[in-house]
C-alpha cells in the first residue's frame, strides 16, 4: 500500500525548474533515503509534500485519498504529516521532560502543559518516548544535550503527534560517527510503524539506513533501489557520488 504519491510533478521558480517531472511514491511503513547533489530539488519536495508550496503541475496525493496540493503546512501537520528540519528547534531553557510535554499537549494551552503531564497515560507515554530515544534524564536542561541528543529529543517531540508519515531533513549533519549510527539504528526502529522519508548526505549514514534509496537529479528521479544498486550507476557517479 502506498502512503505518498507523487505523480509528474513540476515547480519552477521564476522560470527556473526545481522539480521537473518528478515520480516518487513511498510504501506505507517504508523507510526511504533521498540523496542527490546540491540544488537536487530535495528541500522543494519536501516543501511540496507539506503544502508549504504549491506544485505548477502534477499531483501528490497521501493514503490515496488526501490531495496535499489543496492544503497548507497546517493542514498536511493535521493529516499526519511530520516534518523535521536540518537544524533542532528544542526549547534549550526547558527541561527534556517538559518539551515532551508540550510536545504531548500540542496546540493546547501551553501553561497547562508546563505543570506536567495530564493523566497517567502522558506520564507512560513520554517515559516511552524518552526511552526510545535514549534520553536517559528528563530533567536535564535541553540546552545542555549534546547535538545529537537535542535530533533525537526532537524526533520524540515529532512522535509525540504521532505522524504517519516522517519526513527528516539531514539528520547526521554535525553528528559525531557513533550519533550518526545511533541516529540510523533509531529510524530503522520506527519504520513500519511510521513511513520515514530522509534526506542526507552521509553515505555512511546512508549505507546504515539500509533502505531503497532514490536519487535526485535537476529535480527528476535519475535512480531508484539499494545504495548498493545506485552507486553503481555511472551517471550517479558521474553528477553525485563520483565528485
Ligand atoms: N523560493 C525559491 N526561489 C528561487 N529559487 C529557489 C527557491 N527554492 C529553491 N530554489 C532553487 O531550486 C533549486 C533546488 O533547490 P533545493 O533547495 O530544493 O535543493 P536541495 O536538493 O535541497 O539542495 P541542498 O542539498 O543544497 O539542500 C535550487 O537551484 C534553488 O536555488
Known amino acids: 500500500m502506498t502512503i505518498l504519491n507523487i505523480d509528474s510533478v513540476s515547480?519552477?521558480?521564476?522560470?527556473f525548474r526545481a522539480i521537473n517531472d518528478l515520480n516518487l511514491a513511498i510504501d506505507k511503513g517504508e523507510l526511504r533515503a533521498i540523496i542527490g547533489p546540491n540544488g537536487a530539488g530535495k528541500t522543494t519536495m519536501m516543501d511540496l509534500i507539506t503544502g508549504r508550496i504549491r506544485p505548477d503541475r502534477g499531483t501528490l496525493?497521501?493514503?490515496?485519498t488526501h490531495d496535499l496540493t489543496r492544503l497548507d503546512e497546517a493542514g498536511t501537520a493535521r493529516l499526519g504529516i511530520g516534518r523535521k528540519f536540518q537544524k533542532p528547534t528544542v526549547i534549550e531553557s526547558l527541561t527534556v521532560a517538559e518539551n515532551i510535554?508540550?510536545?504531548?499537549a500540542g496546540p493546547r494551552d501551553v501553561w497547562s502543559a508546563l505543570r506536567g503531564p495530564h493523566g497517567k497515560s502522558a506520564v507512560k507515554e513520554r517515559a516511552r518516548l524518552l526511552d526510545l530515544v535514549r534520553l536517559p534524564d528528563p530533567d536535564l536542561l535541553a540546552g545542555a544535550l549534546s547535538h545529537g541528543q537535542k535530533q533525537w529529543l526532537e524526533i520524540a517531540?515529532?512522535?509525540?503527534?504521532?505522524?504517519?508519515?516522517?519526513?527528516?531533513?539531514?539528520p547526521a549533519a554535525g553528528m559525531t560517527d557513533a550519533e550518526t549510527m545511533r541516529t540510523a539504528e533509531l529510524l530503522r526502529s520506527l519504520a513500519g510503524?511510521?513511513?520515514?522519508?530522509?534526506?542526507?548526505?552521509?553515505?555512511d549514514f546512508v549505507r546504515a539506513l539500509d533502505c531503497r534509496v532514490t536519487v535526485l537529479h535537476q529535480g527528476h528521479v535519475l535512480a531508484e533501489g539499494p545504495l548498493d544498486h545506485v552507486s553503481r550507476n555511472p551517471e550517479v557517479?558521474?553528477?553525485?557520488?563520483?565528485?
Do not use: W
Request: charged share 30%; glycine share 4%; proline share 2%.
Open 11 to 15: 515547480k519552477s521558480f521564476d522560470g
Open 61 to 64: 496525493f497521501f493514503d490515496t
Open 101 to 104: 510535554d508540550l510536545a504531548l
Open 157 to 170: 517531540m515529532l512522535l509525540a503527534q504521532k505522524p504517519r508519515l516522517l519526513l527528516v531533513d539531514e
Open 193 to 203: 510503524e511510521h513511513s520515514i522519508v530522509v534526506v542526507e548526505h552521509d553515505m
Open 237 to 243: 557517479i558521474d553528477v553525485y557520488l563520483g565528485r
